[in-house]
Structure formats: C-alpha cells, structure tokens
C-alpha cells in the first residue's frame, strides 16, 4: 500500500476506513494462504474495468498480492476498444463541417487515418465535453451541427439515454454512438483459451446500474465465478479474497462484495430509459474480435438524433491510410484480451508514451499502457 487516506471531519482526523493498511494487510495474507491452499503455479483472475487497474496500480496493489495470483486486465477501458471505424466516422463528420462534442480522452484517439485532435489541428471543430447534456448546451448555443461522440459503458451509455429521452432536444443536436455493452465482452474473453482466466472481478459501478443479477446467467454458462467489487483498496483486496475462495472451492457463482451501493436488480429506472433507447448490435471492439451485441446503437424510433441516419458518412477516403509501421506494432487489443502485458510491447515508454501515444491504451486514463506508464504495474515494496 503505497498510501493511507485520511479526511478531516468534525475537526477530527479519521482514517479512511476502506483504505486501512492493517485490514489490506491481513486480506493480503489470506489472499496469499488460499493461493497455498490451491496449490498451484498460477491463479488468473480478471477484472474488466479501467477504474479498478486504476486504483489497484496506484495504490500498489500488485506489491502484496501473492506471486502465484495472476491478476490481469480484461477489455475494460471504453475509449480503448472504440474501433478506429468509430474514431473515423467522427473525424469525417469533423472534417466536413460538423461540430463534434465528445469526452476528452476521445480527441486523441488514433483512427486509420489521424485522431480528432488532427482534424482539429487542420481546422475541424472539436469540443471536449463532460457530459451528454453539456454537448446538447453546446448545440443550444450555435448554429452548426453538434454531433456527441458517445463513448463508454452501459453506466455512461444511460446518462446518453436520458438526454435522447428529453422533449426539447435542439433541432442541430445528433450523436454518434460508440457505446459498448461489457456482458458480451466477458463472453468472449472467458472463450479465448489462452486467458485461462478462472474467476472474473466485475465493475461496482456498472453493477449500479445492472444489477449483479445481470452477471447470473454468466456465470451458469461459463461455470466462472464472478465478484463485483467497489474501487477502494480493501474493496478490491475482499473482492480478491472471495473471487480466490470460490475458486479454491470449485464455485462457480456470483457474489456481490459491493453492497453499500450494488443490489441485485439494479437501477431499474437506468435501466429501461437505457433499452427504450439502444439495442445492442454486433461489431468490432478495437483490437480484440468483432463482439457479437457488444455495441449500443440508437434504436430506430430514435433515427432522427441518430448521425448514422442524419448524415452520409463516408469513411472510405480515410481508409486508403496505409497505417504507420508503429500502429501496426501496437499490442492494445492483446493486452486487453489478458494475453500480454504493457510491457510486453516493445514500444512502451520509448516510442510510446503519453506525450505520443501509439495506441489508444496509451491515451485514455482507464488504458492499461497510461495507467502502467504513470504509475508501475509490478511494484516492488
Ligand atoms: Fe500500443 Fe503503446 Fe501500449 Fe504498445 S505501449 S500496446 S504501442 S498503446
């Protein structure tokens, strides 16, 4: 544990209490006792959310889990799997005059041909946004064509429902959906024989919304057991201590070590506003394999918001790029996939960095590459 919380209340200095090293200490030597107890070379277990790599790499997680738990990183960066078709529909909407709205880790994302931040470089209009309902602000405030690059997870996907529910939406407002929807992902990665994945650490957050009943079905068809787990350091570590139990146990069932904000259904009014709005559809997630319903797409009562029915957008010319020698080096969709490690690429922290990113892990803060690149994958305490 690299740090311990504190926060003044009352005038009082308390403990931030799910960050307790004596606690992470003692989940951190049953982790390390199960391990025993099972025996083996290796235990490989995912998690599938940039938020956790986040705090499991700054809080130097990795430092006091046994050697003999493997803990990688599944497809759980959004910006990292929107597919460079996505990032291009964008930038021809930028380079042909519309004003494209989208989250800031969006704009440098690479596409086959340049990012949006290129398109803007030569002249296009591109705005970050915090969210859905500042893009619509956005359109209320000028005459051009907004168009929101909705990226993001079923948790972000429901605040772009919301707005696509409003009566009042002005006339110049579309989006361009890049939503993605993880279950399906899961799926897929659980198949790859290679991962040998044994148990699965699903996001709190998203659970917020779905519900860990939604992970059930899952789990009886893949015989995995799954965890959901919030973002604290002893979250994660008794979300760990639970996922490996059950695996020492031969169980393959869902456990919710998230209560204080997770129940079974979920966010049921999130929910439904998210189905009125999308379907899932059938598509690409950057570098790893076309996922069968693993894209959010408007539905079509939603057609004239939708900026695939609005506008012809024509990718093509952008596809004649031949890709520069380096993407083509570029290893994003196999460390997502759980199969490498950023620092397997040969590529990391010389010619790829933050400052020049390569790929799309390398740019977004929920990247593999730019979380390891700014904090360490494998501290040594
Ligand atoms: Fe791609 Fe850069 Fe990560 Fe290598 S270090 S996999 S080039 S993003």
Same mark, same amino acid.
């Given at each position: 544990m690299t740090s311990v919380g504190t926060s003044k209340i009352s005038g009082q200095a308390k403990e931030l209490k799910f960050r307790d090293p004596a606690q992470a200490r003692a989940l951190s030597a049953r982790l390390a006792g199960l391990c025993d107890e099972i025996g083996r070379e290796s235990v490989q277990v995912m998690h599938v959310c940039g938020s956790h790599e986040q705090a499991i790499a700054r809080y130097g997680l990795r430092a006091v889990l046994p050697k003999t738990l493997d803990l990688i990183m599944g497809p759980g960066c959004p910006v990292c799997v929107t597919d460079m078709p996505e990032v291009d529909e964008a930038v021809v909407l930028a380079v042909d005059g519309a004003l494209i709205a989208t989250y800031g880790d969006m704009v440098r994302v690479p596409g086959t041909a340049k990012s949006l931040a290129d398109a803007a470089s030569e002249g296009a209009r591109v705005e970050v *946004?915090?969210?859905?309902?500042?893009?619509? &602000?956005? #359109?209320? !405030?000028?005459?051009?064509? *907004?168009? $929101? $690059?909705?990226?993001?997870? &079923?948790?972000?996907? *429901?605040? @772009? #429902?919301?707005? %696509?529910?409003?009566?009042?939406?002005?006339?110049? $407002? !579309?989006?361009?959906? #890049?939503?993605?929807? %993880?279950?399906? #992902?899961? &799926?897929? *990665?659980?198949?790859?024989? &290679? @991962?040998?994945?044994?148990? $699965?650490l699903a996001a709190g957050h998203a659970a917020t919304i779905t519900g860990w009943g939604l992970f059930e079905d899952f789990v009886d068809r893949y015989g995995l057991p799954v965890v959901v787990a919030g973002f604290e350091p002893l979250d994660i570590l008794a979300g760990l201590v639970r996922l490996v139990e059950l695996i020492r146990d031969g169980q393959a069932k869902v456990e919710n070590m998230y209560p204080r904000c997770v129940t079974r259904e979920g966010n049921t009014v999130a929910q439904d506003q998210m189905w009125r709005v999308f379907r899932t559809a059938s598509g690409m997630w950057r570098g790893i394999a076309d996922i069968p319903n693993g894209n959010l797409r408007l539905r079509e009562e939603f057609a004239h918001l939708d900026a695939r029915a609005r506008f012809d957008i024509d990718t093509r010319r952008l596809r004649a790029h031949v890709p520069s020698k380096l993407t083509e080096r570029c290893i994003c969709g196999t460390i997502m996939s759980g199969l490498a490690l950023p620092t397997d690429c040969e590529l990391f922290g010389k010619e790829c960095d933050p400052e020049n990113p390569v790929g799309a892990c390398m740019v977004s803060s929920e990247g593999t590459c730019k979380i390891w690149h700014q904090y360490g994958g494998h501290p040594e305490l």
């Open positions: *946004v915090y969210s859905a309902s500042q893009a619509v &602000e956005l #359109a209320r !405030s000028c005459e051009a064509e *907004v168009v $929101f $690059f909705a990226t993001g997870f &079923e948790t972000t996907a *429901v605040a @772009t #429902a919301a707005i %696509v529910l409003q009566d009042d939406l002005p006339p110049n $407002f !579309s989006i361009l959906s #890049a939503h993605k929807y %993880v279950p399906p #992902a899961m &799926e897929i *990665v659980a198949r790859i024989p &290679e @991962t040998r994945v044994e148990g $699965f």
